[in-house]
């Protein structure tokens, strides 16, 4: 019997049906679901960047000074051009990651209340993907895991290893893989 699900997502389109998948799962067993999202210290990616404007989380705009940067507000998309390239570099990973993860997570928790799941949480975490993934269910205490088959970084997927086949490989507890 599943008594705690978890779900992780990155906000492509797999990643949504993973939700829409585990909020179906909860809401039928009357399990608790935890939502997370895994960013890591890479760059953005090209996806993630995308994404970020897609749902304006950086727009044009005036330059806001850099300790008023708040993940919940976009940015202006020059925010970056007038500091040091690592600065800019590690500022930008750093507030993407940040605000697309919350803003991935806010909109699954929303999905996942309107789906009748009425123990509901979430989480944004750091690290490598599978990993994190894993420990967190194992800490957690989750006995299932739903996730999608590919996600916002493909290409790095198919030449490193997809973050779905390492954790259907080690995680301890049932994985449901979404296509």
């Known amino acids: 019997m599943t008594h705690s699900i978890l779900v992780a997502t990155d906000g492509s389109e797999t990643g949504a049906r993973a939700i829409d998948c585990a909020v179906e799962l909860a809401a039928s067993l009357g399990a608790p679901l935890l939502i997370i999202h895994v960013s890591t210290n890479e760059r953005p990616s090209e996806g993630l960047r995308q994404y970020a404007e897609t749902e304006h ?67 944004v975490l750091e690290g490598e993907p599978a990993g994190a993934i894993i420990d967190h269910a194992l800490s957690r205490g989750a006995d299932m895991i739903v996730l999608g088959s590919r ?29």
Not at 153 to 179: D, I, N
Request: overall charge negative; proline content about 9%.
């Open 57 to 123: 989380l950086v727009d044009p705009g005036p330059l806001p000074p850099p300790s008023s940067a708040d993940p919940h507000e976009a940015l202006p998309l020059d925010y970056w051009e007038g500091l040091a390239p690592d600065e800019a570099e590690s500022g930008a990973r750093d507030w993407l990651s940040v605000a697309v993860g919350e803003d991935i997570v806010r909109r699954a928790v929303d999905c996942a209340r309107a789906g009748g799941v009425s123990d509901v949480r979430s989480e």
């Open 151 to 179: 996600g916002l970084g493909a290409l790095r997927g198919v030449l490193q290893g997809s973050v779905s086949r390492k954790v259907v490989h080690h995680a301890p507890c049932t994985v449901v893989v979404v296509r």
